[in-house]
């Protein structure tokens, strides 16, 4: 398979706290890009980070990229209740227009 | 209002009847795709057109196939159902292709299908 890996599996956090998200994936890339679904709805992207790029902010998003070890995170800081949710990163393979998802992160902020 | 709609939204059927789950963008978008979920695996891409009447794998198109014949349809067909294609069914939409992404607009998703073979 040539999916990623999200690291945790789970997090539970309290309203206020930030919270950091793993991305692993297997291949060289052309990009990388962080997604957000609410209880089996539809996918919502959230931030495109380029292959050449390291670090991009959206708002309270924070998404860094290793090409190196092959590995990406999303930090959303001073998170809130709404931040509840899963979070995918997907990766576009190198000379390819296929996308791969990882399995996710299902993100849970205690009030 | 810009949006992806598939339908059905929930559809219950039994093994070996072909099925049709529909899905249309009006944005335009060249670059559509599906997508089942699954517990524990995540989205898997099924297929993907680049645009009109061209089309390609992903990672898990067995048992499906899509036709392009149009920009704005994408049609996923399961010829012969199994119960292991119980599942929910995303389809998505982009203007640029994702080997080529425009910054602020990737995916547009649907809102989902969920489809149970008995």
């Known amino acids: 398979s040539q999916q990623g890996e999200e690291d945790p599996q789970a997090l539970s956090i309290q309203e206020g706290e930030n919270a950091t998200m793993n991305c692993s994936y297997k291949?060289?890339?052309?990009?990388l890009q962080w997604y957000r679904q609410n209880s089996g709805r539809g996918l919502v992207h959230l931030i495109l980070?380029?292959?050449?790029?390291r670090e991009k902010h959206s708002g309270r998003l924070r998404v860094t990229l290793d090409t190196s070890k092959k590995s990406s995170s999303l930090l959303i800081t001073a998170s809130r209740a709404a931040d509840t949710a899963s979070y995918f990163c997907?990766?576009?393979?190198?000379?390819?227009?296929?996308?791969?998802f990882g399995k996710g992160t299902r993100l849970h902020i205690l009030p | 209002e810009a949006q992806v709609t598939q339908n059905p939204r929930y559809l219950i059927t039994v093994t070996g009847k072909k099925l049709t789950v529909t899905c249309s963008q009006n944005?335009?978008?060249?670059?559509m795709s599906w997508y089942r979920q699954d517990p524990g695996l995540g989205l898997r891409q099924i297929y993907y057109?680049?645009?009109?009447?061209?089309?390609d794998k992903g990672d898990v198109p067995e048992g499906y196939k899509v036709s392009r014949k149009e920009k704005r349809n994408f049609p996923l067909i399961l010829e012969s159902p199994s119960p292991n294609q119980t599942s929910l069914y995303f389809c998505?939409?982009?203007?640029?292709?994702?080997?080529?992404?425009?910054?602020?607009?990737?995916?547009?998703f649907g809102p989902g299908t969920r489809l149970l073979v008995l």
């Open positions: 998505a939409s982009s203007f640029s292709p994702p080997s080529a992404p425009n910054e602020q607009e990737t995916q547009y």
């Open positions: 291949t060289s890339i052309n990009n």
């Open positions: 980070i380029r292959s050449n790029e």
């Open positions: 997907a990766t576009t393979p190198n000379r390819d227009d296929k996308i791969i």
């Open positions: 944005m335009n978008h060249e670059y």
């Open positions: 057109s680049m645009n009109v009447e061209v089309t």
